[in-house]
């Protein structure tokens, strides 16, 4: 017999892994089939057209078969030579490892931080970029989870395109939930995340690539090829031949088909709405119950996930685990240089509802009481009552 590992767990509120939906998971379930049947060539034809739609871009968009995180590090390494300098963008967690993968394949990180309760402040970038020579490209994140800050991506990668430099956007946890376009932005690849906004397993990493970057990775003095990481072969045989560099994951294309085939019939706009309504709720919530919100303003805030300050005297990992254990909530912390000072509300995809932000505030609620904190039980739940 299988072990639920959710146990008591009834509502998966964290910032990813996120819930799937039950036509998601009977996609998931189907049986597998040979990846070259011609059905499945055109089947995979079709999910790269939806999350092309999705993505709001007609640049070429390859999937690559891993975690996220498997872009993110292929983005650097393909366009990268030894000794190349990247304005790297730190205000997180996620924008600082960008750093690591840069000087894991020889270049040269040129850091820009700020403090990790703000947004990067597009001024700050264009000095930046002034005063340094010989920048090949900028990484930024869209939406640092740890932090649930978003950078105004639109106008960093406007400047980039000033100063005829490569953009690298993670939107791992943004794309799908809150609006990106790359052709318009001027992202030359973009990465997105299966398991996020998406709302699929943790398995695939959708990316957007430009002219530009092509010819970037073309141009490495040893472009990266025959290697997990390469890019170059997703193109060579995806796009020109229409056959794959390995065996995909064919059960996970099922299921980020039927994904994205669910978000194309709510509609994008709709579906922006619908998170920038919940995460507006949630944080007016956790407000009125008494507790502060993490990054220094309203303005800056996620529309995927709600940071929230700890309160003294409040011990995270007790109160993430009553959430749990007592109410069926599970929700996020536990982020490395973080501990003890943050917890985090996932609200994306297909857990971004108004049903569930009531569900999550009234477990904060009780278990914030349970451990002494004192709360006007209700007080959260009235605000996002509002917004029924």
């Not at 507790?291 to 409040?314: F, K, M, Q």
Request: with cysteine; hydrophobic share 40%; net charge negative.
């Amino acid at each position: 017999m299988q072990k639920d590992l959710r146990k008591k767990t009834k509502y998966l509120m964290t910032p990813g892994p996120v819930e799937i939906s039950p036509r998601t998971l009977r996609a998931l379930s189907l049986p597998v089939t040979h990846h070259y049947d011609p059905e499945f060539i055109t089947f995979f034809q079709d999910t790269t057209e939806k999350l092309q739609r999705i993505f709001q871009t007609k640049k070429d968009l390859i999937i690559m078969q891993g975690e996220a995180v498997l872009g993110l590090e292929a983005a650097v390494a393909n366009i990268l030579n030894r000794g190349d300098r990247v304005l790297v963008l730190d205000n997180g967690p996620y924008g600082a490892w960008f750093g690591i993968y840069v000087e894991n394949h020889g270049g040269e990180v040129v850091r820009l931080r700020e403090d990790y309760t703000k947004a990067i402040a597009p001024e700050k970038v264009k000095k930046k970029l002034e005063d340094e020579k010989d920048i090949k490209a900028i990484t930024v994140v869209h939406m640092d989870t740890p932090v649930g800050i978003t950078n105004p991506v639109e106008k960093i990668c406007a400047l980039a395109k000033q100063f005829d430099i490569l953009t690298i956007v993670d939107s791992v946890a943004a794309l799908g939930g809150m609006e990106i376009r790359p052709d318009e932005w001027n992202i030359d690849i973009c990465i997105c995340g299966s398991q996020k906004c998406l709302s699929c397993p943790p398995a695939l990493t959708p990316i957007s690539v430009s002219t530009r970057a092509w010819e970037a990775m073309e141009n490495k003095k040893n472009p990266l090829r025959n290697t997990y990481l390469s890019m170059l072969d997703y193109r060579e045989t995806w796009i020109k031949s229409r056959t794959f560099p390995f065996t995909p994951f064919v059960s996970e294309i099922y299921a980020i088909n039927e994904a994205a085939t669910e978000i194309l019939e709510e509609g994008l706009e709709n579906i922006f709405a619908r998170h920038k309504k919940v995460a507006r709720a949630i944080r007016e919530a956790v407000q009125a119950i008494g507790l502060e919100l993490w990054p220094e303003s309203e303005e800056i805030a996620s529309e995927t996930v709600t940071t929230v300050c700890i309160p003294d005297g409040i011990d995270d990992e007790r109160l993430r685990r009553t959430m749990a254990d007592e109410y069926g909530v599970l929700i996020a912390g536990e982020v490395t240089g973080f501990e003890s000072k943050i917890i985090r509300i996932g609200h994306m995809g297909y857990s971004a509802t108004i049903d569930n932000a009531l569900v999550a505030i009234t477990a904060l609620e009780k278990a914030l009481q349970k451990l002494g904190f004192q709360v006007k039980i209700g007080s959260g739940v009235e605000r996002v009552l509002h917004y029924v």
